[in-house]
């Protein structure tokens, strides 16, 4: 099979062509390489590639690339929370209009594959249960009780504490950030496409990816990142409110994997599907720090409370449903992932003077977790 993938040089993109490419198929790869996001040269783990520097949003170049291909993995994004309100165009440009031009490009091409990276950030806040109303969405967090240290959520309609569960593929979708609100619409327009064209989609709600070629040093990046460059300088890392709230951190080898598996999976039932891919081994953000600063050897997390305005809580969701339907499984452990990448190779620091640049690339994706 022919495949293009989209932000191909970036994290889970360079990883998924390498893997496509050791099972036999053949990947083009597309990225903007903003220097931003790679520095002033392409990475080097795409040398065995062919690698074409564009951008998703040119229809045009998509036409020219589409020609032959068989599937596409579209992983190029802007990722992260965003920084204000004033983000927001980067984001409905580089995910939403760039995904609406590749789904028409791909229409006059007739190609009618898509596996699609998406993010558990769709569901906004986890799953909670009310010991007397039973599942329900938590209130929001209000400032005043995370100044005061009260961090976890409370029933909307007793004020009960929640307790947190696993999130299933059909809990409502409620973004909580410019990116949430970016990835909601991308599934949309893929469902959308697939109902009229009779195309395949499979979207991938991927929790928290770490590993190797991670970007480092940009506000953009995930925890796992954020944490290692302030203990690679010596310094501890911070963890926000007390630590517990709890993820997935998933490696960015069984993301890559559940692409593969998505691409030569059969056609969803419904033309579109949307699978949780995770190592349904939920950790705190807490045990991230704690266990990656053991690895390096360096000081220990310093807890300092606050929160972000766009973080939630709580977010871990079940790994079922892409097991049954796609067979996938996460195969490295917690403690056996986190300290691999304590010596992992990362991505170049971006070229960044102040406020990073309005148009951030094009890259996957690690959602930030706390």
């Known amino acids: 099979m022919r495949v293009l993938i989209t932000g191909g040089a970036g994290f889970v993109g360079s990883h998924a062509a390498d893997v496509l490419a050791g099972a036999g198929h053949e990947v083009l790869l597309l990225d903007a390489l903003l220097p931003q996001a790679h520095g002033d040269e392409p990475p080097p783990w795409c040398a065995r590639h062919r690698l074409v520097r564009g951008d998703a949003r040119d229809g045009d170049l998509l036409a020219r690339l589409l020609r032959g291909v068989d599937a596409v993995c579209h992983q190029a994004a802007m990722v992260g929370h965003g920084l204000d309100p004033s983000d927001a165009p980067g984001y409905a440009s580089h995910n939403d209009h760039a995904t609406a031009v590749l789904l028409a490009a791909m229409h006059a091409a007739r ?60 809990a409502p979708l409620r973004p909580r950030s410019l990116y949430a609100a970016s990835k909601v619409a991308q599934e949309h327009y893929a469902a959308a496409w697939a109902a009229q064209t009779g195309g395949a989609v499979w979207a991938l709600r991927y929790h928290n990816v770490y590993g190797p070629r991670m970007p480092r040093d940009t506000p ?34 069984d993301v890559a994997r559940a692409n593969l598996l998505a691409l030569d999976a059969p056609a969803p039932e419904a033309g579109f599907a949307a699978v949780n891919v995770c190592s349904g081994e939920p950790h705190t953000v807490g045990d991230l720090a704690r266990v990656l600063a053991e690895a390096m050897g360096g000081p220990a997390p310093l807890v300092v409370g606050g929160a972000r305005a766009a973080d939630v809580r709580h977010v871990v969701a079940s790994p079922e449903l892409a097991a049954r339907l796609l067979g996938f499984r996460a195969g490295t452990g917690f403690t056996e992932g986190v300290a691999a990448f304590a010596t992992a190779p990362l991505r170049e620091p971006a070229r960044v003077r102040g406020r990073p640049d309005r148009e951030r690339p094009v890259t996957t994706r690690s959602t930030p977790g706390g």
Do not use: K, N, W
């Open 220 to 253: 953009y990046a995930g925890v796992a990142s954020i944490f290692r460059s302030a203990l690679a300088r010596g310094h501890a890392p911070r963890v926000l409110e007390d630590g517990r709230q709890r993820r997935d951190f998933v490696h960015v080898s």
């Open 111 to 170: 190609v009618p594959r898509l596996v699609l990276a998406s993010s558990m950030v769709v569901y906004g806040e986890g799953r909670y249960t009310c010991p007397a109303h039973g599942i329900v969405p938590p209130a929001p967090r209000q400032p005043a009780d995370i100044a005061a240290g009260r961090f976890d959520p409370a029933c909307p309609r007793c004020g009960a504490t929640l307790q947190p569960g696993l999130v299933p593929e059909d």
